[in-house]
Each structure stands twice: as structure tokens, then as C-alpha cells.
């Protein structure tokens, strides 16, 4: 087994690819003449992209990177937040933010409300591909190399949990390999989520909620997520919540121990 053999179709090809970016290349070079260019990755999917994509611009360009997250439902992206800031102070510079695909937009949208606040000279967005069908919040990409339709691609820094990015092309992966997969590891980061106190009770159950309804999820997550939902009880209620032993069960379940981690206790200021 190869991993192109977890590959239904190439989207891209390695030929397309390269013909592409050697095209935005040209473009972003005539419209930064005379500047210089800040290029900002998002990591970790888009450094395949820039990588080739520096090397087609014939102006002066520095380069950083920049980290975020999000809690997602199955190929969904939910609440965003940034793992990873910049090094670079961007006020005054002309930048360019290089993204892997642009999916429902959340990603770039959190980034690019983050980034204005910073006052650049200049903000502009370059993705490899674009599903305009998946977009929720709108947002202008400024160079856009494919327009793809809604499939689960890998490749060219694309991953699925972690694997295929060193594909040389865009792929559709095999739509059982993912699935599953996909839903029990937005539970896990979920469950972990609400555990490390990045997400509250509400966030998790409303979370729990909209995956039921909307993802076609296997009989056993489906299982867990009711269980989920049946202990933590009616929002609002006086005995919404999730004990100890609640999550402990849960988390068993999904083959993780529950780790509960102590915090030094912190003194209050001027005592003792
Ligand atoms: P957005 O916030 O929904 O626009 O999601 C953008 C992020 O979701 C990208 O940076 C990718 O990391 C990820 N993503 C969206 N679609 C795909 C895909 O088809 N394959 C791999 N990652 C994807």
C-alpha cells in the first residue's frame, strides 16, 4: 500500500500546479514592483505552496508565520483561535497572507480582522485553491490559483491528520478514510477542549448538538454523543454539568485516561 493508493482522483496535477504558481508569481511581482513584500504563511498546510511560490517572485520578500486552530466538526472549522503569532511587527509593510484552500473562510477572516489591527501598509490574501461552494463568512481572496469543488483534498501540504502533505499533487482522498476519523478526533479535541477550560459546557454541548444533526456520524459516536449530551443535562437547568466521573467515563471510552492536571496555586498579590 502506497499512499497514492489512498487517493480516489488527482485533482491537480504536479504540471498544473507548477504552470500556476509560476503564473501568480508574475502577477504578484508586477503588482508590488518597487516594494517589498512581507510573506506570511499560515502554518502548517501552506509551506508547500510558498515555498514555490517565493521562488517565482523577482521582488525582495522577508518571510514568518503565523499559527492558528480551529475546533472542528468533521471537515467543518469551528471557532478559531491563534496558536502561533508572527515575529515581525507588520505596521507600515505590504503583506500578503499565503493559505493552502480556503474553505468556509473563518480561518482567513479571524486572521485577516487580526492582522488589520496591526496596520499594515498593505493586506492582501493568496490561496492555492478556493471552495467557493463551503464559504459561511465572506471574504475577498485577492489571487486564487484553483477554484475546486467541495471534496476533501490532500497533497502539496495538505494533510489529513497529519499524513499525505508530501503528495506532489492535489488529490481527493478516498472518502472512507476519512470519515470516521475525522469526527472521532473532533471529539477528542472537544472533550479536551472543555477539559483544559478552552471551551465551555454550552460551546461543547451546542457543539455535540449540530454534529448529531448534521454529520452522518458511525452508530458508536453517535452512541457517545447522546451519552455526552444525556449527562450533561438541559442548558439553563440548575443541574446542567458534567462531573468528575462524568468525563472520566466518557474520555475511557475513547481510549484516553483522564489526566487531571493540577495548577500551582497562584498567591494572591502582596500576600505572604
Ligand atoms: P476555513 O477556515 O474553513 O476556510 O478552513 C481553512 C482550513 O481548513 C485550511 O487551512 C485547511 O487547513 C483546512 N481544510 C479545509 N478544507 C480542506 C481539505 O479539503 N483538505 C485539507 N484541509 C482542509
Not at 502561533?84 to 477572516?109: C, F, N, Q, W
Not at 482522498?173 to 476519523?181: A, S
Not at 472520566?248 to 471510552?253: D, H, Q, T, V
Request: hydrophobic share 45%; net charge negative.
Amino acid at each position: 500500500m502506497t499512499m497514492q493508493d489512498d487517493i480516489a482522483e488527482i485533482l491537480v496535477s504536479e504540471e498544473q500546479i507548477q504552470a500556476k504558481v509560476a503564473e501568480l508569481g508574475r502577477r504578484i511581482s508586477e503588482d508590488y514592483a518597487g516594494e517589498e513584500l512581507l510573506l506570511i504563511g499560515l502554518l502548517r498546510g501552506a509551506i508547500v505552496f510558498l515555498s514555490d511560490l517565493m521562488r517565482n517572485l523577482d521582488i525582495p520578500v522577508r518571510l514568518d508565520f503565523i499559527g492558528i486552530s480551529s475546533y472542528g466538526a468533521g471537515t467543518e472549522s469551528g471557532a478559531v483561535r491563534l496558536v502561533m503569532d508572527l515575529e515581525t511587527d507588520i505596521a507600515g509593510r505590504h503583506v500578503l497572507v499565503v493559505e493552502d484552500i480556503v474553505d468556509t473562510g473563518k480561518t482567513l477572516s479571524y486572521l485577516i480582522e487580526t492582522l488589520k489591527a496591526r496596520q499594515p501598509a498593505s493586506l492582501r490574501v493568496c490561496a492555492l485553491l478556493d471552495k467557493p461552494e463551503r464559504r459561511q463568512v465572506p471574504i475577498v481572496v485577492d489571487y486564487v490559483g484553483f477554484e475546486i469543488p467541495d471534496k476533501f483534498v490532500v497533497g502539496y501540504g495538505l494533510d489529513f491528520a497529519e499524513g499525505y502533505r508530501n503528495l506532489p499533487f492535489v488529490g481527493v482522498l478516498k472518502e472512507h478514510l476519512y470519515r470516521e476519523v475525522l469526527i472521532r478526533s473532533a471529539i477528542l479535541r472537544h472533550m479536551n477542549g472543555y477539559l483544559e477550560r478552552e471551551l465551555s459546557l454550552q460551546e461543547l454541548v451546542d457543539w455535540a448538538t449540530t454534529t448529531l444533526a448534521e454529520n452522518d456520524v458511525s452508530a458508536e459516536d453517535e452512541a457517545f454523543l447522546q451519552d455526552l449530551l444525556a449527562r450533561a443535562g438541559e442548558p439553563g437547568s440548575a443541574d446542567f454539568g458534567l462531573t468528575l466521573e462524568d468525563c472520566a467515563e466518557l474520555m475511557g471510552r475513547l481510549g484516553q485516561e483522564l489526566r487531571v492536571r493540577t495548577r500551582p496555586l497562584v498567591r494572591a498579590e502582596g500576600a505572604g
